[in-house]
């Protein structure tokens, strides 16, 4: 399986993104997508994820703000931000959790995509 995030770039702060991540490959049984981010210097933290059958988690820090959700094309799913901030800035990268046609519980990453907000 590969991810593949975009829609990362540069943006005032105050104003919105849109991330999209899409994944292709072996995709079986999707579980868990969810978008994670990371600082310099920082810890990679949670920003959202959606869970079958458990619903939507978003981290403390953007609650409010952001919402994940399935894309409009196949095997994608978008994190809508608003409000953003300057602490937003960071690499945002996607998770794939998928349990494949074996029963194996595997989980994905992608590189990541960039996202900076200026003051």
């Known amino acids: 399986v590969q991810l593949q995030a975009s829609g990362g770039g540069l943006v005032e702060a105050g104003g919105p993104l849109r991330l999209t991540c899409a994944a292709s490959?072996?995709?079986?049984?999707?579980?868990?997508v969810g978008w994670f981010r990371q600082a310099p210097g920082k810890q990679r933290e949670l920003v959202a994820r959606?869970?079958?059958?458990?619903?939507?988690t978003y981290g403390d820090s953007v609650k409010g703000r952001v919402t994940i959700y399935r894309g409009n094309s196949k095997n994608t799913v978008d994190l809508q931000m608003t409000s953003l901030k300057p602490e937003d800035t960071g690499v945002y990268y996607c998770n794939l959790i998928q349990t494949d046609y074996s029963g194996e519980t595997r989980s994905y990453w992608g590189r990541g995509t960039q996202v900076t907000v200026s003051s």
């Open positions: 959606a869970a079958s059958g458990s619903g939507t």
């Open positions: 490959g072996n995709i079986f049984r999707i579980t868990v």
